[in-house]
């Protein structure tokens, strides 16, 4: 097998980072281990090697492979015909252990982390943290309280090697390798991720954060998170995004899969912020059973092109779903983003709350699905997209689908458009406010709604993020 | 010193159409003046033009604030100036709280050398003027937690703009027909407030169709203006007159003038 651990690297060229804060990146020459680029099946069999998985999970990766390559590109939603699957790092593991110690990380990524802020955010109000870097999840805590009730909040490799029964019951259950592209993609390269087990009637009070960081240029991210709430417990899931600005585009992939049991609430909250030159495609979907709420919060900020659409199966009587989503796009980018819901059960309610921003040329759709199986009856569902546009060179789209193989429903839609009004600007400027001002009040008014269902510390962080950038955007 | 608010010859057009066709006017700090003439005439050009707003094309004249030329400033640095326009339709800002929107606002005009992202005005201090500012217009303080004119009255939003009054202080307010659809009482709780607010600091120029507004902040000087420009210039008593008899007398003194209204109608 050859381990092309002397890939060439070429020097990193000098990246403008902008008003991007967090496109640094720590020098990759003491990583563990590093695959080659490209894509076939040593690489995969590498991957679960280096694992030490066993033959079921490597046999899972071989067949979805296949699947990927199988699977045509999407022709709908953004352009990822410019993604280079043969110029990728699959794999990376920068540090050798996961450190229950922030000491014991290694001094490079600590840095980056403390640039970040997360420890000090774990000591002040977060659960349990996960820290991915690259690869590997570097990093992890959870409260001990919690570890005694039964939680447990881990990386996704550590669940396959210590709870092998609950994970093999649900991992790739709920999102099957054959799903879509890259989800076969995830299925066959997946590494980290979060693992969380929320047993029966635990409440978790404050929230359980992950936090997701590439460091190299070209690399592919491919978490996997696996869910499971069950009868009558809650939980809160935090997670954030962030890697280097580069020339050269990087991929994140990620597969999320959720059950809430009967009676139980989620709530997963991403505040997405990869640098310009990421392509962020993800899948995530949840199950919802009877009398459960499902939540997604999705903030996206970052990346080149997003396309994410976040589903819940409402899959018994009384279980309930709803995304709020936010969507900025800025020069360069293009968020196509939106939420599915499907109704397999009678009386079961959703709602999609979408308000999406676009300026400097970026383009922000809204992508929905609401689906109705026959024999759901009596279900509701409520969808409202919002889209603010900031000049004339932006550009907003809305697809919303709608299935319905049952009548005895109600299903609103709504959808606006709004270019941010001269008389707003006039208005508020008359007030002592400058134009970046004025301008950032009305876009983080517009949102408002969304990031008031934030924690405060991440309603702060969402609202510095809409300000940073707004700003200089006005000439 | 009192400042003045000097403006000389002003003419202006939307759109290549000339609204402004000559304006004179000057008022200083601790004077009302009151501004009346028929609908279309250029009354609310001329309070916009003042304030800034970016949809108008000056064409001529001059808009002096103690000798700064306040044309070449935009909104934002007029306000800082101390100019204020009291809206006749004040926008809705969804999301925007109230207080947030103020603190805001308060922090700029009380510091116009604050930069975006500076520290803002401390938080006890503000809330505790607000909450002062609020009870002496009769605002329920419940409002400083609502959307800034989001699903509000129309005399809430007047009232709105009375507490901006009070909270920034201008060394000259416009008051643009902030009287215009409201019941009764609600024109007295405004008109008091500003004749509270009023004093030898501030000058005012009230826009008004109605005389309301005029008893209660009584003017030094009445402005008449038909066609985009001044025509006649008196006491409250011509105010009085005009809200008695209406704009005939005043169009028959001034036949040039009526003629270009009556041509203007037409066209439109």
């Known amino acids: 097998m050859s381990t092309d651990l002397a890939v060439q690297e070429r020097e990193d060229q000098d990246v403008g980072v902008g008003d991007y804060q967090f496109g640094f990146h720590d020098p990759t020459d003491k990583y563990v281990f590093k695959s080659r680029r490209g894509l076939d099946r040593e690489i995969v069999y590498q991957i679960s090697e280096m694992k030490k998985e066993p033959k079921w999970m490597r046999d899972f990766r071989i067949n979805s492979l296949e699947t990927f390559f ?12 410019e993604i280079d699957f043969q110029n990728i790092f699959y794999y990376m593991k920068a540090a050798a252990n996961l450190e229950k110690s922030w000491e014991d990380v290694p001094d490079d990524i600590r840095k980056t982390y403390d ?3 997360i420890p000090e955010a774990e000591k002040k109000y977060l659960a349990g943290v996960k820290a991915q870097y690259e690869s590997e999840v570097i990093y992890g805590s959870l409260q001990e309280d919690l570890a005694k009730q039964g939680v447990i909040f881990t990386d996704t490799d550590s669940a396959l090697r210590d709870h092998p029964d609950l994970f093999r019951e649900y991992f790739g259950k709920i999102i099957p390798p054959n799903d879509n592209k890259f989800a076969a993609l995830n299925s066959a390269v997946w590494s980290g991720g979060s693992f969380i087990y929320v047993p029966p009637g635990v409440k978790i009070e404050f929230p359980l954060q992950a936090y997701f960081r590439i460091n190299s240029e070209n690399m592919g991210q491919f978490e996997r998170t696996l869910i499971i709430v069950d009868e009558g417990a809650s939980a809160h899931y935090v997670e954030g995004c962030t890697a280097p600005t580069y020339s050269s585009d990087s991929l994140h992939s990620a597969v999320v899969e959720i059950i809430v049991k009967r009676g139980g609430r989620f709530r997963y909250t991403t505040i997405q912020n990869w640098s310009n030159n990421v392509f962020n495609l993800v899948t995530k979907r949840a199950m919802a059973y009877g009398d459960s709420l499902m939540e ?37 980018q293009h968020q196509d983003a939106g939420a599915k819901m499907v109704h397999c059960a009678p009386n079961t309610s959703s709602r999609v709350v979408s308000k999406s921003i676009s300026k400097g040329g970026g383009r922000a759709s809204y992508r929905g699905l609401v689906k109705v199986e026959k024999g759901a009856t009596n279900c509701k569902s409520n969808v409202v997209c919002d889209a603010l546009i900031l000049d004339s060179k932006s ?15 109600s299903l609103e839609h709504e959808a606006s458009v709004s270019k941010i009004g001269e008389e707003q600007l006039f208005y508020l400027m008359s007030r002592g406010m400058t134009e970046a001002e004025a301008s950032a009040m009305i876009v983080t008014g517009f949102i408002e709604p969304l990031v008031k269902e934030l924690p405060m510390e991440y309603a702060v962080e969402m609202n510095r993020l809409i300000e940073l950038q707004m700003e200089g955007s006005v000439g | 010193m009192s400042a003045i608010l000097k403006i000389s010859d002003l003419r202006v057009a939307v759109d290549g159409k000339p609204i402004l066709k000559g304006v004179n006017l000057e008022i200083r700090q601790g004077e009302i003046h009151a501004l009346m003439g028929p609908n279309g005439c250029g009354k609310s050009t001329l309070a916009y033009v003042v304030a800034g707003h970016p949809k108008y094309e000056i064409t001529g004249g001059a808009i002096e ?21 009291a809206f006749q339709y004040p926008v809705t800002i969804p999301g925007v709280k109230v207080s947030d929107f103020l603190r805001h606002a308060v922090s700029n005009v009380r510091n116009p050398d604050r930069k975006e ?25 419940e409002f400083a937690r609502r959307y800034l004119n989001d699903g509000f009255s129309g005399g809430e939003k007047k009232r709105m703009e009375i507490l901006q009054l009070s909270l920034l202080r201008p060394r000259f307010a ?20 500003i004749n509270k607010l009023h004093g030898p600091h501030m000058g ?8 309301r507004l005029l008893e209660f902040n009584k003017p030094s000087f009445t402005h008449v203006m038909l066609a985009g420009k001044i025509v006649e210039t008196g006491d409250a008593s011509l105010a009085h007159d005009l809200h008695a008899n209406g704009y005939a007398a005043v169009r028959e003194r001034h036949p040039t003038e009526a003629a270009e209204e009556q041509a203007v109608t037409v066209k439109a």
Not at chain 1, 72 to 79: C, F, L
Not at chain 2, 174 to 193: F, K, M, N, P, Q
Not at chain 2, 204 to 211: A, F, G, M, P, Y
């Open chain 1, 70 to 81: 199988q699977k045509p590109m999407p022709s709908w939603g953004g352009d990822v015909g």
């Open chain 1, 115 to 117: 640039r970040l802020g």
């Open chain 1, 296 to 332: 997604w919060v999705d903030g996206n900020l970052g990346s080149k092109l997003t396309m994410k659409y976040p589903a819940i199966y409402l899959m018994e009587p009384g279980a309930r779903g709803e995304t709020l989503s936010i969507a900025f796009a800025n020069n360069g």
């Open chain 1, 395 to 409: 550009r907003s789209d809305t697809y919303p689908y709608i299935e319905a193989e049952d009548n005895q429903i």
């Open chain 2, 65 to 85: 604030l103690d000798g700064v030329n306040v044309l070449e400033l935009d909104p934002c640095q007029r306000a800082r100036l101390g100019i204020f326009l």
């Open chain 2, 117 to 141: 992202g500076e520290g803002l005005i401390p938080m006890k201090d503000f809330r505790k003027e607000l909450k002062d500012r609020m009870s002496e217009i009769d605002i329920d303080s």
């Open chain 2, 174 to 193: 416009i008051l643009d027909e902030t009287d215009s659809g409201l019941d009764s009482d609600a024109v007295r709780a405004v008109s008091e407030g």
């Open chain 2, 204 to 211: 005012v120029l009230i826009i008004t169709h109605h005389e």
